[in-house]
């Protein structure tokens, strides 16, 4: 990834993407499904990622951080004693103090050169940050992660798929649904089009590209995290009996792990060393 990407990345978090437009709401949060209907499923997936973590440490890293924005990644370092926050924006890393406050410590950084000594933290964790990465930095990434964490212990990363199957699958039917509806591409609202910010930079992996690149390298498991990214659910998910389908969801997901953790949106890649 070049020094520009990079810099059109950190621009793009620092004016826009972590701007509050509410309080404790940010720019960035329209690229998640914030519904009341979706609300129990998303609160669910997101404290899967302690399913990756070993709970208790000294120092535990958030690997390109954010503000922390959201209630359940503060329950990622209750058992540590400092939350080390890493990112490019430094109006993330203010954001984030403003959220974590003493038990924080925060960092500029870049997530593929981690300024910091092999096995300096018990865990770590990095959610939807990766793919800001271009793909040939991403096993930098990974490696980089794993050599700063400590003998024994664990990461959990959250990163999303490129075209997984059960999204390829939903988008003759989002086109029928469209078409049955009479909206046409251009008139439909731009959240339901959208998966990340516009004017920032995203490349996505596939398991066969992480299970050959990164398995080869260092253990790993891969896990569900949520299979169903925010626009399959904002096209299916409704407010009548929405919730019941999402519990369903998310029951199947924890009895066929294998299946939803390579074919859903979003793995749970666990690290251990």
């Not at 000294?58 to 390109?64: K, N, P, S, T, V």
């Not at 359940?72 to 004693?81: A, N, P």
């Not at 990434?141 to 024994?152: C, M, T, W």
């Not at 626009?231 to 066929?256: D, H, I, K, Q, S």
Request: charged share 25%; proline share 4%.
């Amino acid at each position: 990834m070049s020094d520009n990407t990079k810099q059109q990345v950190r621009e793009f978090y620092d004016q826009i993407g972590w701007s509050q437009v509410g309080e404790g709401t940010y720019q960035n949060a329209r690229y998640e499904d914030l519904r009341p209907v979706a609300r129990e499923y998303i609160h669910k997936t997101r404290l899967r990622v302690m399913d990756g973590l070993i709970p208790t440490g000294r120092f535990l890293l958030d690997a390109g951080s954010g503000p922390v924005q959201y209630e359940e990644y503060k329950v990622y370092s209750q058992g540590y004693q400092k939350r080390v926050c890493l990112d490019i924006s430094i109006q993330a890393l203010r954001a984030a103090r403003d959220r974590i406050g003493e038990h924080g410590l925060f960092v500029v950084g870049d997530l593929a050169n981690l300024p910091f000594q092999s096995g300096a933290f018990d865990g770590a964790v990095s959610m939807h940050a990766i793919h800001h990465l271009a793909l040939t930095e991403h096993l930098r990434a990974y490696n980089e992660i794993h050599r700063v964490l400590a003998s024994g212990r664990t990461a959990a990363i959250v990163n999303g798929w490129h075209e997984p199957f059960l999204s390829r699958m939903a988008e003759p039917l989002i086109g029928w649904m469209r078409k049955l509806s009479g909206r046409s591409a251009k008139m439909k609202k731009e959240w339901l089009n959208e998966e990340e910010p516009a004017g920032t930079f995203v490349q996505k992996m596939t398991p066969e590209w992480l299970k050959r690149e990164v398995g080869s390298m260092m253990t790993i498991e891969i896990k569900p995290w949520r299979s169903m990214s925010t626009r399959l659910l904002r096209w299916f998910v409704r407010p009548f009996g929405g919730r019941a389908f999402l519990r369903v969801v998310f029951w199947l997901e924890g009895v066929f792990p294998k299946f939803f953790a390579e074919n859903g949106q979003y793995p749970l890649i666990v690290i251990r060393k």
